[in-house]
């Protein structure tokens, strides 16, 4: 079955420890993204890459970094979290950018991270 | 990519086609429409997309204004678990760059049993 898997679902930590989640995807896709989705602001892009060691900033990168080793694999780091980093997290997929043809990106489940 | 607009919320009685509108009235040639939807604080899923032809799959279907600046995504047979809210998307391709997707506030949609 074609999806995104993220871990963990849910998550609460402390400022300043910093964490991991994980996003995979088996469906072979050069593009993968992570959002944040937060009352009243909607789903605002965190980071982005294009390909294996290709990542580039969103619309809200700061407090966060990516990194893309392998293509199924896109895990966003917080090095040292924040409370205002508390927020619904989602990873998505797609096959290669620029195509000439309209296609569909895959969402993951989220992840619910509070920090406190 | 163009602006959309969708009402806030609507309802549909269960069993019933339930009709969401899109306005998108400065749609680019070369600009899709896209409808995803999201069920409580689950991953947005993609429903259908269309460039200027009516589209169809197994979930709904797609109307597009012939001169593009409406449209009106269909489920022909609403169930509970079509409650959602449900995000008109208009992009073009990316031409190899980034593909992030821009979430209005969408329509909130409640099937009504």
């Known amino acids: 079955e074609a999806q995104v898997t993220q871990n963990p679902r849910y998550l609460i930590t402390v400022t300043g420890k910093k964490l991991t989640v994980t996003c995979s995807q088996n469906?072979?896709?050069?593009?993968m993204s992570w959002y944040r989705q937060d009352p009243g602001l909607g789903l605002r892009q965190i980071y982005y890459?294009?390909?294996?060691?290709?990542?580039d900033k969103g619309d809200v990168p700061e407090g966060y970094k990516v990194s893309r080793k392998e293509k199924r694999n896109f895990p966003l780091i917080l090095e040292s979290p924040s409370p205002n980093q508390t927020s619904l997290y989602f990873c998505?997929?797609?096959?290669?950018?620029?195509?000439?043809?309209?296609?569909?990106?895959?969402f993951g489940p989220g992840t619910r991270l509070t920090v406190t | 990519d163009a602006k959309t607009t969708q009402p806030t919320s609507m309802d549909c009685a269960e069993g019933r086609a339930a009709n969401l509108p899109c306005n998108h009235s400065t749609i680019s040639g070369n600009e899709y429409v896209y409808w995803y939807r999201q069920i409580h604080s689950q991953g947005p899923q993609y429903i259908i997309h269309?460039?200027?032809n009516n589209e169809t799959n197994e979930m709904a279907s797609l109307i597009i204004t012939e001169d593009r600046k409406s449209s009106t995504l269909i489920l022909p047979h609403a169930t509970l678990r079509d409650t959602a809210v449900y995000y008109c998307?208009?992009?073009?391709?990316?031409?190899?760059?980034?593909?992030?997707?821009?979430f209005g506030t969408g329509t909130r949609l409640t099937i009504i049993p």
């Open positions: 469906m072979n896709h050069e593009y």
């Open positions: 269309g460039l200027k």
């Open positions: 998505a997929s797609s096959v290669t950018p620029g195509l000439a043809f309209a296609y569909e990106q895959y």
């Open positions: 890459s294009m390909n294996v060691e290709v990542t």
């Open positions: 998307i208009v992009r073009a391709l990316s031409n190899f760059g980034n593909e992030k997707l821009t």
